[in-house]
């Protein structure tokens, strides 16, 4: 049976046995972090309506950069519930492991909000349609 998260005019449905971690970051929003048993987690932050998408991407590649070195980049389009996303997919080894992060961004006429999602590859194939449910049931909240 999921767990409903509602704060912060946010509301959506995650794994009973997934933790969740939020923070308030000003007048512009904040940030949730839903963390799997295993590697996975999936970091939903929300922004001014009319922030740089390309400024939230290239600060999240270059933290990724910055601590995995080697990444690989693809640029990725999908349609959920309706709502155009943007972004990329994302990987990269660590710890011998290779992984897979998910960059997914897109507007509302009140916030932007940003989605990363991540997990270590063969973890990530079993959870991507967790990663994929959550996002959906923030989408048809949202409206």
């Given amino acids: 049976m999921p767990t409903v998260f509602d704060q912060s005019g946010l509301r ?6 997934w ?9 512009d929003g904040g940030q949730v972090v839903v963390s ?3 590697t996975a987690f999936w970091h939903l932050s929300q922004h001014a309506p009319d922030v740089e998408l390309d400024l939230l991407f290239d600060e999240v590649l270059a933290a990724l950069r910055s601590e995995h070195h ?15 996303l943007e972004g990329f997919n994302v990987n990269f080894i660590c710890l011998d492991l290779t992984n897979t992060c998910w960059l997914r961004a897109c ?11 991540q ?7 079993r959870v991507s349609p967790v990663f994929l449910a959550m996002l959906a049931s923030v989408l048809r909240n949202l409206a």
């Fill in 12 to 17: 959506f449905e995650y794994p009973e046995n």
């Fill in 19 to 27: 933790s969740v971690d939020q923070s308030d970051e000003g007048e």
């Fill in 36 to 38: 799997g048993p295993e």
């Fill in 70 to 84: 080697e990444i690989e980049v693809e640029p990725a389009q999908v349609s959920l519930e309706e709502v155009e």
């Fill in 107 to 117: 507007r509302t006429p009140m916030a932007t909000f940003l989605l990363i999602c």
């Fill in 119 to 125: 997990a270590e590859d063969r973890e990530f194939a």
